[in-house]
């Protein structure tokens, strides 16, 4: 059980509590008693079929045979096996019991997480696996809105770690996003820090990972469930709810791929997956790698399944916890309805493929009302937009859908004839109507941005925002802004000035009151990039290639104050293009924007703004957050 009933020493609701005004959030709600934590531990673990594929770009793939044993009866979206490794998450873990309450009381949930290295194989391939309580992915966290978690980090790793809880805003609580170099220094080796705080005014399909260097690349990865009563309503049209994890694969560790991609004269080349994995888990044709490659593979690995009663009507959650790569999401035979994006919850959207870029989640649901016993659920990378091709890889990572609790191949499943995307780019925006209308405010201020990467001293290539190519600072931004502030400053920046054009490795643009922010973001590079914003939701009022035209400025004013545009909190810029968001800057601390693929952020794709001074001016940062940068 990785919750536990415990009461760790903690801060008092008053040292927690900030004063927060602007855009419906609330103070921070802390306090109550440490009661029950309900996250059932399961009995089997995901089972796929451990079958060869020859590699191909968008054909569909065909396994003939499996040899595995069936799975264990159960009357949800899952299955188990016998004699699996300890270490494997099982896919019961992600099952979501619908008797939960939506409606309790908000209370304190307590996790305690014991981060540490292992040797494993999640496809085959034996590599340094990072793990939470000796499994992985990590596990569930479950809360309701309005509940304070608790979660006790003990860094068992060699090297620092952090918890980034994707998504969240932390209103209040800006120290707990977890954010290295921004809001906290690491949590050193051997020691341990409490996550404290109250998830207020959101519901949804959230995850967690951490945020030092490219370690979620290497293992640390959870889902992260908020629920709420407006709920209720959504919950009629589904009977099973699933959250599933994807994600591209690695056989290397990442601060070895990392050293070679920030090298000297290795322009625009990211390194390229060997694999992908759904639930944690997928098979690997081991003959893909001769016998002097240096890597250890067994050809024992399985692919996850998914157990279906016929006519039952299955929510997916789907949640893109990878490093790289974009997914097309897919099941054979089966439509997919897609009722949530980024935790806004949206009008029905009907599709037979579904792009989900690195950091998005998705809910999508189904009926299961076909007629042959298995389906293949497939989760294709969407390779065009590698710069280069992996002999290795088998794009077409694919899943098991069973109606009879076998692990037989599929014999009458097919892929959807539907074109695969050649780029990588997200569901059209105009599809994505939320169901909860919310006009944008008029904007107050405007800045632009421009992502670029460009070759500088010693061939390196690293990327920009405008003249600025982030390093994590080594004291966090947050700390050296309240210190500023408390000392007469007005933000943080190498000449004590507010500028939107820093040239210093940290650009920061200050708001220092309540402003509604519009944020034109260009891209200058051939490649698309999964942006994402801490500690907001923002509007996609547009986007489109080229050069904003803005002529058009003013119609999209008029649009947004009467319509209902989109909201998320994670967006793909497309390739020498351009994306128009709005947010409402009232939530107080330094947020980082930044692009989520590991390999752009750590060479430098990342900004901050620093938001609400008049709020900030009168913070104290916990003395325990502080206390990480004397280790």
Not at 42 to 69: C, F, Q, V, W
Not at 273 to 296: A, K, R, V
Not at 546 to 573: C, Q
Request: aromatic share 10%; with cysteine; glycine share 8%.
């Amino acid at each position: 059980m990785e919750d536990q009933m415990t009461s760790p020493q903690v801060e008092s609701a008053e040292e927690r509590k900030q004063p927060v005004s602007g855009n419906g959030r609330l103070p921070l709600l802390v306090g109550g008693i440490v009661v029950f934590v309900v996250v059932a531990l399961a009995l089997g673990l995901g089972l796929g079929l451990g079958l060869g594929l020859k590699h191909h770009s968008h054909a569909a793939a065909t396994p003939t045979s499996s040899n595995l044993s069936p799975p264990t009866p159960s009357g949800g979206p899952t299955v188990a096996s016998e004699n699996v490794e300890s270490w494997r998450r099982a896919t019961l873990d992600y099952s979501l019991d619908m008797t939960w309450d939506i409606n309790a009381a908000p209370t304190t949930r307590v996790f305690n997480f014991t981060i540490s290295e292992i040797q494993a194989a999640p496809d085959g391939v034996i590599r340094p696996l990072l793990v939470i309580n000796g499994q992985f992915p990590g596990p569930l966290i479950r809360v309701n809105r309005g509940d304070r978690v608790l979660v006790n980090v003990t860094n068992g790793l060699v090297n620092g770690t952090t918890l980034h809880w994707h998504g969240l805003y932390q209103n209040g609580t800006n120290w707990m996003d977890g954010s290295t170099g921004i809001t906290q220094c690491p949590i050193p080796p051997g020691k341990s820090f409490l996550y404290n705080f109250t998830v207020e005014n959101q519901y949804g399909t959230y995850w967690y990972h951490s945020h030092y260097g490219t370690q979620y690349n290497d293992g640390l990865v959870g889902p992260f469930i908020v629920h709420a009563p407006e709920e209720a309503a959504i919950q009629k049209s589904y009977d099973f709810d699933q959250v599933i994890l994807l994600q591209d694969w690695y056989h290397d560790f990442s601060t070895g791929l990392l050293d070679e991609y920030l090298a000297s004269g290795n322009e625009n080349a990211e390194p390229i997956p060997d694999n992908g994995l759904i639930q944690g888990t997928n098979y690997f044709n081991c003959s893909s790698y001769d016998s002097d490659s240096g890597y250890t593979c067994q050809d024992n690995s399985t692919r996850a399944a998914f157990n279906l009663t016929k006519d039952k009507r299955y929510r997916f959650r789907l949640i893109n916890t990878g490093a790289f790569a974009e997914f097309q999401f897919s099941i054979d035979n089966h439509t997919l309805s897609v009722i949530e994006a980024d935790s806004t919850l949206i009008e029905p959207v009907t599709v037979h493929r579904l792009p989900i870029h690195i950091a998005q989640r998705y809910s999508v649901i189904f009926t299961a009302n076909q007629t042959a016993s298995n389906y293949w659920l497939r989760a294709q990378m969407t390779t065009d937009c590698f710069s280069s091709d992996n002999p290795v890889l088998d794009a077409d990572i694919t899943a098991l859908i069973t109606y009879t609790n076998t692990t037989t191949a599929p014999t009458d499943s097919t892929d959807w004839t539907d074109a695969l995307l050649l780029e990588c780019k997200d569901l059209n925006t105009t599809l994505l109507v939320p169901a909860e209308a919310e006009p944008a405010p008029s904007q107050d201020t405007t800045y632009v941005i421009n992502v670029s990467f460009q070759i500088g001293n010693y061939a390196l290539d690293k990327a920009y925002i405008n003249s600025t190519t982030w390093t994590p600072a080594k004291t966090p931004t947050l700390n050296q802004a309240v210190a500023g502030l408390k000392a007469g400053n007005s933000t943080f920046n190498a000449a004590g000035l507010s500028s939107a054009y820093d040239t210093s490795s940290q650009f920061i643009i200050d708001i220092p009151v309540t402003q509604t922010v519009d944020l034109l973001i260009n891209s200058l590079d051939e490649g698309a990039h999964p942006f994402h914003l801490h500690g907001h939701q923002f509007w996609i009022m547009a986007a489109g290639g080229g050069y904003f035209d803005w002529a058009s400025y003013e119609s999209l004013n008029k649009n947004a104050s009467v319509g209902n545009p989109m909201r998320r909190d994670t967006m793909t810029i497309p390739a020498y293009g351009w994306t128009l968001i709005r947010f409402v800057a009232d939530n107080p601390g330094l947020w980082a924007l930044h692009c989520h693929i590991s390999w752009h952020m750590e060479s430098g794709l990342l900004m901050q703004f620093q938001t609400r001074n008049d709020i900030m001016r009168g913070w104290t940062i916990p003395g325990d957050v502080l206390a990480l940068c004397d280790a």
